[in-house]
C-alpha cells in the first residue's frame, strides 16, 4: 500500500510537468526523433537513451531529451529519490536553472536521502560539467566514452 501512495505521489509531482510540456507541444512531438535513436549502433548515447525510455515505456519529452541524457550518463535511475540526488548532483555541478532548483527542493519530502545530498553536490563539484552536453550533439558517439568523459567519479572508502 506504502508503495502505491509513493507511486502516485511521483506521478503527481512529474505528471504535471510532463502533462503541460506534451500539451504544449503534443505527446507524440518527438516520436520520430525516438524511432531514429533506436535506429544507432548499440552502446551508442542515443541509443542507450531511447533503450532506458523503452524499458520504462517512456517518450521523448520536450525539453527533458538533455535530461534523459544525463540519467544515462550519470547513471541515475528514474525514480524520484534518484531524480532529486542528480539535482543535488547537477546545483554542484553549475546548473542553477529554475527547474533544477524546484526538483531538488522535493528533497524536503524524502528524508532518508538528505545525509547523500551533500555527497551528490561534491560530486557533481568536482567533475567536468555536463550542463552543456545535448543528445543532439552526442547521440551517435559511444556512451562509454561520454560517461568517461562527463560521468559522476566512483569515491572510493
Not at 42 to 57: F, I, N, P, Y
Not at 86 to 115: D, E, H, R, V
Request: net charge positive; charged share 25%.
Amino acid at each position: 500500500m506504502i508503495n502505491i501512495i509513493q507511486k502516485l505521489k511521483d506521478l503527481k509531482v512529474t505528471g504535471g510537468i510532463i502533462w503541460l510540456l506534451e500539451f504544449i507541444h503534443g505527446k507524440n512531438h518527438l516520436t520520430p526523433k525516438l524511432n531514429h535513436l533506436r535506429t544507432l549502433q548499440h552502446g551508442t548515447v542515443g541509443r542507450e537513451v531511447a533503450k532506458m525510455l523503452d524499458s520504462k515505456q517512456y517518450r521523448l519529452i520536450p525539453k527533458f531529451e538533455n535530461h534523459d541524457l544525463k540519467h544515462i550518463v550519470l547513471e541515475y535511475e528514474m525514480i524520484m529519490k534518484d531524480e532529486i540526488r542528480m539535482q543535488a548532483y547537477l546545483i554542484g555541478n553549475g546548473n542553477f536553472t529554475f527547474p533544477c532548483l524546484i526538483f531538488f527542493s522535493l528533497g524536503i519530502f524524502y528524508p532518508t536521502i538528505w545525509k547523500s545530498l551533500l555527497k551528490e553536490y561534491l560530486d557533481g563539484k568536482n567533475t567536468k560539467s555536463i550542463h552543456f552536453l545535448t543528445l543532439d550533439n552526442c547521440m551517435e558517439l559511444e556512451l562509454k566514452d561520454i560517461k568517461n568523459e562527463y560521468g559522476r567519479r566512483k569515491m572510493t572508502n
